[in-house]
């Protein structure tokens, strides 16, 4: 997190922040208020076809509960199993976004299924857990984080710490931090929260043309937004809400971030599988702003790869930490958006151009991660014995990769099975360091093949000491020291190494762990870290980084009751607890993907290893 400074705001204050239409102190404004507050802010989008599979996922304990509290009963429809689209656990498959050429002719109704294994289902999922004093706590904690817009929630506030006299920018609603409390809440069953947020976030979005390097630009989502009382004309006895975004004008660096986009598209098509609220992707505003993102993800370049090109510090790791060009955790983002892109996008003609570009990019992308990042003991052997300056289109060594880069820890670290995908790929350069989260979700969204998967769980249970210890989970593995640290870092004060991005343990990404143990059919997994983190969350104030080289201590500059620590806790917990609905947020293997390849545009590109690739996942 970086500290919040006025740069800007004051200047821009008509384009920067949204009114809230509920003005604060006068009785005959709140009136209207709430008269307005029926209106929807957005147009909806009359689309003549409805998804006739939409509906919700059968709910929690909690969720159920709370729905008997207050009158009203629920009646869930039981889920269809499809073999054949089913993950690696043998999971249930829930349905999809179909396109709308694609719907079924019918839908059998839900009277169909077997009352008696309808009510057993039923039973088993609704069936009350006590919860932990641990999660109980974390509840409560995450129910303080939350900010209203209008006397609605709209999301959580990064940090929470009533301890703490200095906020910096740990008041603000960020995008990227916000989805794992989301998707606690949605799995509690509490899923406003959720749509406010990203239909306010979306009306942030910047949609203008700019020519002003200072402005975002078109497609951009903020970083985060802070909700700001301000006097309403100039009348200090009466006040309005409005909110403030940040586009990295307040950032350390004064980076804009290229993730928010991603994950906001992310956690969109996780609200719709799981509520079955499919006219909310339909509607004009949220098909333009995915549309946006995407195009401005999309855009031609002076780049030749098909991954996405970004400056240092511009995803979580929001810091100078040499991982410019093309990150992994980026690419795994930008795979996962554009695999659920496909899926929200209405099928019209303004779309079919998209999707197309979509399909073509999601081919290329695929093949160039797995084929180029992906490294084991068979890779770093081959290229070990690498030729340099190869100039024709047969070269092995495509990138010009000197066999002097491979690290001295590699050499000895490398387990001879299993494997993992390299945090970065340029020319003449390998960033062989291990980004948890960039792994962790190459496997979420089958950006891995199935074997590769595999193999990033079969090293991090080899490597569990180093990667895990005494608090899951490394957000980068080895630290940088002495000089390289100095160099690359500019000796950053905060990422000393084996702290904060250098090296430092993050409880939050145990949902994503979570998730990756899931989808692999490898749950004991997620339970052996959580079990790690529950020990010790609960005691050290939930912080937001632990350092050391075991993570025994916690981060020397970590803020207490971190929100995303809170929240990982608790998705962990959930998705464990109800391990089918980690499909709103998986992708399951496309093999069409692998079917269409750039070499093919060329007669003089005659290797090419995509039918090797293939053959992992057909093989």
């Not at 409560?140 to 900010?147: G, K, M, P, S």
């Not at 006895?237 to 992310?266: H, K, T, Y």
């Not at 410019?324 to 019209?348: K, M, T, W």
């Amino acid at each position: 997190m970086s500290g919040q400074t006025p740069m800007g705001l004051a200047a821009a204050a008509a384009a920067a922040v949204r009114p809230c239409r509920r003005r604060l102190l006068s009785s005959a404004t709140a009136a209207a208020a709430a008269t307005a507050a029926a209106t929807p802010l957005f147009p909806r989008c009359p689309h003549p076809h409805h998804h006739p599979h939409g509906r919700r996922f059968p709910f929690l304990a909690s969720a159920a509960s709370q729905a008997s509290q207050s009158g009203q009963t629920t009646s869930p429809t039981p889920v269809p199993a499809d073999p054949r689209a089913a993950v690696s656990g043998n999971l249930p498959f829930f349905d999809r976004v179909l396109f709308p050429d694609s719907f079924p002719v019918e839908t059998p109704p839900a009277e169909e299924t077997a009352p008696a294994a309808a009510d057993e289902e039923l039973a088993s999922v609704t069936e009350a857990r006590e919860e932990t004093d641990t999660e109980r706590e974390a509840w409560r904690l995450l129910r303080r984080a939350v900010v209203s817009y209008c006397g609605a929630p709209v999301g959580t506030v990064a940090a929470e710490d009533p301890e703490c006299t200095e906020t910096l920018n740990y008041d603000q609603v960020f995008i990227r931090d916000f989805v794992p409390s989301a998707l606690a809440f949605l799995m509690r069953g509490e899923t406003e929260i959720v749509r406010n947020f990203l239909l306010h976030t979306l009306q942030l979005q910047s949609w203008e043309k700019t020519v002003d390097c200072y402005s975002p630009g078109q497609g951009l989502m903020p970083a985060s937004f802070k909700i700001r009382t301000v006097p309403l004309d100039d009348n200090n006895e009466a006040f309005e809400e409005v909110l403030d975004p940040d586009f990295g004008e307040s950032a350390i660096g004064r980076v804009a971030p290229v993730d928010s986009g991603l994950w906001w598209i992310i956690l969109l098509r996780a609200y719709c599988k799981i509520t079955g609220d499919y006219a909310l992707q339909e509607r004009v505003d949220v098909q333009t702003g995915i549309k946006l993102i995407l195009s401005l993800c999309l855009s031609d370049g002076f780049d030749m790869f098909p991954t996405l090109l970004v400056t240092d510090g511009s995803c979580m790791i929001d810091r100078r930490m040499g991982i410019h060009g093309h990150p992994l955790e980026i690419q795994a983002l930008f795979y996962s958006a554009l695999r659920c892109s496909r899926e929200v996008l209405v099928v019209n003609d303004g779309s079919k151009n998209l999707l197309r570009a979509i399909n073509s990019r999601l081919s290329a992308l695929s093949f160039h991660i797995r084929e180029y990042y992906w490294v084991d003991m068979k890779k770093i052997n081959e290229i070990y014995r690498y030729k340099t300056e190869e100039y024709s289109h047969d070269a092995t060594n495509k990138f010009n990769i000197y066999p002097e880069q491979i690290p001295s820890w590699l050499v000895d670290w490398i387990p001879e099975k299993g494997g993992y995908l390299i945090g970065n790929l340029q020319p003449a350069h390998m960033d062989f360091r291990f980004f948890s989260l960039g792994n962790l979700w190459a496997i979420a969204s089958s950006l891995t093949t199935p074997k590769q998967a595999e193999g990033i769980l079969s090293l991090i249970e080899e490597k569990w000491d180093d990667l895990v210890a005494n608090m899951p989970l490394k957000i980068c593995y080895p630290a940088m020291e002495d000089d390289e640290w100095r160099i690359i870092t500019g000796s950053d004060p905060k990422n000393t190494p084996w702290s904060y991005h250098n090296g430092g343990s993050w409880p939050t990404l145990l949902w994503q762990f979570t998730l990756a143990c899931i989808k692999m059919g490898r749950p004991e997994l997620a339970r052996r870290a959580i079990a790690v983190a529950e020990e010790r969350l609960t005691a050290d104030k939930w912080p937001e980084y632990y350092d050391t080289r075991s993570g025994r201590f916690v981060g020397k500059q970590s803020r207490s009751y971190q929100t995303w620590t809170i929240a990982g806790f608790l998705t962990s917990k959930m998705l464990l607890e109800n391990p089918e609905l980690a499909s709103i947020l998986t992708c399951d293997e496309d093999l069409d993907l692998l079917e269409g390849c750039a070499c093919c545009l060329s007669k003089k590109r005659t290797r090419c290893s995509r039918r090797a690739a293939k053959s992992h996942i057909v093989g």
